[in-house]
């Protein structure tokens, strides 16, 4: 427990450090003090737009100074987990950007540090944030809504070729995936986190528009512990873009639609016919409302930390999501549904997403 900011540095530079850097200036339970990036250039820029104080050129010099409590991870994902895990273990707890790891092996190994030193591992799913996720997610554990019965969730992204043609980009060993792992474990997550549990997957990937050795397109059945079933549809050629969770209860339908962000005015809940009014007004919005973002991600986070609390529910639960996105690639590469208790029995997919990708191309049978 601390009374004072904690220390936090970033390491990487990209567009997502900035978004931390927003947000922790934000937060008076932190203070930016140093940035880590192996172009000094980079370093030296992106001091100069936050007033960080330290830079370093490697990761290993930022833990040597001991000049940080919390690490911000914001590097590209092939090398999140050697750097969580150093950090880990050097006693600093640790933000780190989604996807968290390459495979499911490398985040067990990151959660398993974790663990070890006593450190927080929070992975940044901030989709679940809002005050309109947090009182939907309420409504559904105490059964307002009835039971949930079937959902859509859809990551329906353009990325031309350009984008897959940055050198990490669309890559096995780089990426770890496409955008069923890059993009829409976003989505898959805030269906999780309203949801619960999943119990089974079938997943199909595709490559149809894009030069990229990963998939651009992929499909999936999701079953639930609560009964519920959805169908997930993951998308990097869709002009019109959007992001949607639907869910259809027994008594009301939930629905967020949105880009990379949702408020209240992105949700939505229609009761069925029969409702009675007065209980559906009781479900509305509550009056202060706060949209999703690293803001509000990181405000909890800190809280935890600088209390010593357990990380809380928007922050917990580093592999759910990554679970959801690594049974669809086992599924697409085995042909068979994936359970909880079976995934872990695909060595493949565990050490390394790599799937086979069905191709269907304009002109091709």
């Given at each position: 427990?601390?009374?004072?900011?904690?220390?936090?540095?970033?390491?990487?530079?990209?567009?997502?450090?900035?978004?931390?850097?927003?947000?922790?200036?934000?937060?008076?339970?932190?203070?930016?003090?140093?940035?880590?990036?192996?172009?000094?250039?980079?370093?030296?820029?992106?001091?100069?737009?936050?007033?960080?104080?330290?830079?370093?050129?490697?990761?290993?010099?930022?833990?040597?100074?001991?000049?940080?409590?919390?690490?911000?991870?914001?590097?590209?994902?092939?090398?999140?987990?050697?750097?969580?895990?150093?950090?880990?273990?050097?006693?600093?707890?640790?933000?780190?950007?989604?996807?968290?790891?390459?495979?499911?092996?490398?985040?067990?190994?990151?959660?398993?540090?974790?663990?070890?030193?006593?450190?927080?591992?929070?992975?940044?799913?901030?989709?679940?944030?809002?005050?309109?996720?947090?009182?939907?997610?309420?409504?559904?554990?105490?059964?307002?809504?009835?039971r949930p019965l079937v959902a859509t969730c859809q990551t329906l992204?353009?990325?031309?070729?350009?984008?897959?043609?940055?050198?990490?980009?669309?890559?096995?060993?780089?990426?770890?995936?496409?955008?069923?792992?890059?993009?829409?474990?976003?989505?898959?997550?805030?269906?999780?986190?309203?949801?619960?549990?999943?119990?089974?997957?079938?997943?199909?990937?595709?490559?149809?528009?894009?030069?990229?050795?990963?998939?651009?397109?992929?499909?999936?059945?999701?079953?639930?512990?609560?009964?519920?079933?959805?169908?997930?549809?993951?998308?990097?050629?869709?002009?019109?873009?959007?992001?949607?969770?639907?869910?259809?209860?027994?008594?009301?339908?939930?629905?967020?639609?949105?880009?990379?962000?949702?408020?209240?005015?992105?949700?939505?809940?229609?009761?069925?016919?029969?409702?009675?009014?007065?209980?559906?007004?009781?479900w509305a919005l509550p009056d202060a409302e706060e949209g999703s973002?690293?803001?509000?991600?990181?405000?909890?986070?800190?809280?935890?930390?600088?209390?010593?609390?357990?990380?809380?529910?928007?922050?917990?639960?580093?592999?759910?999501?990554?679970?959801?996105?690594?049974?669809?690639?086992?599924?697409?590469?085995?042909g068979r549904p994936v359970t909880p208790d079976t995934l872990r029995?695909?060595?493949?997919?565990?050490?390394?997403?790599?799937?086979?990708?069905?191709?269907?191309?304009?002109?091709?049978?």
């Amino acid at each position: 427990m601390t009374d004072r900011p904690l220390r936090a540095a970033i390491i990487g530079t990209g567009a997502i450090a900035h978004a931390h850097a927003e947000a922790l200036a934000a937060e008076p339970g932190a203070e930016l003090v140093a940035v880590v990036d192996r172009v000094p250039a980079a370093s030296a820029a992106f001091a100069e737009r936050w007033a960080v104080p330290a830079r370093f050129d490697t990761l290993d010099d930022l833990l040597a100074a001991g000049a940080a409590d919390v690490l911000h991870v914001c590097t590209p994902p092939g090398v999140h987990a050697e750097q969580v895990v150093a950090a880990l273990e050097a006693g600093l707890d640790v933000v780190c950007e989604k996807p968290p790891a390459l495979s499911l092996d490398e985040l067990d190994r990151m959660i398993a540090a974790s663990e070890r030193t006593g450190r927080a591992l929070a992975v940044v799913f901030q989709q679940r944030t809002g005050t309109a996720a947090a009182h939907v997610r309420g409504l559904l554990e105490a059964g307002a809504f009835g039971r949930p019965l079937v959902a859509t969730c859809q990551t329906l992204w353009f990325r031309d070729q350009a984008y897959f043609d940055v050198p990490w980009r669309g890559k096995w060993a780089t990426e770890g995936g496409g955008p069923t792992l890059g993009h829409a474990i976003h989505q898959l997550d805030l269906l999780a986190y309203l949801l619960g549990d999943w119990s089974s997957v079938e997943g199909r990937l595709w490559r149809l528009a894009r030069e990229t050795e990963t998939e651009d397109v992929s499909t999936a059945v999701v079953g639930f512990a609560n009964g519920a079933v959805a169908t997930v549809t993951t998308s990097a050629v869709s002009p019109r873009e959007v992001s949607s969770i639907r869910i259809d209860a027994e008594r009301a339908t939930i629905t967020v639609d949105h880009l990379y962000g949702h408020a209240h005015e992105h949700w939505r809940i229609t009761p069925a016919s029969g409702v009675d009014e007065a209980e559906a007004a009781g479900w509305a919005l509550p009056d202060a409302e706060e949209g999703s973002g690293h803001v509000p991600l990181l405000r909890e986070v800190y809280a935890a930390l600088r209390t010593g609390a357990p990380l809380p529910s928007v922050a917990s639960d580093p592999a759910r999501s990554f679970e959801l996105v690594t049974a669809i690639y086992s599924s697409a590469a085995t042909g068979r549904p994936v359970t909880p208790d079976t995934l872990r029995d695909d060595a493949e997919r565990t050490a390394s997403l790599r799937s086979r990708v069905t191709e269907r191309r304009p002109g091709r049978a």
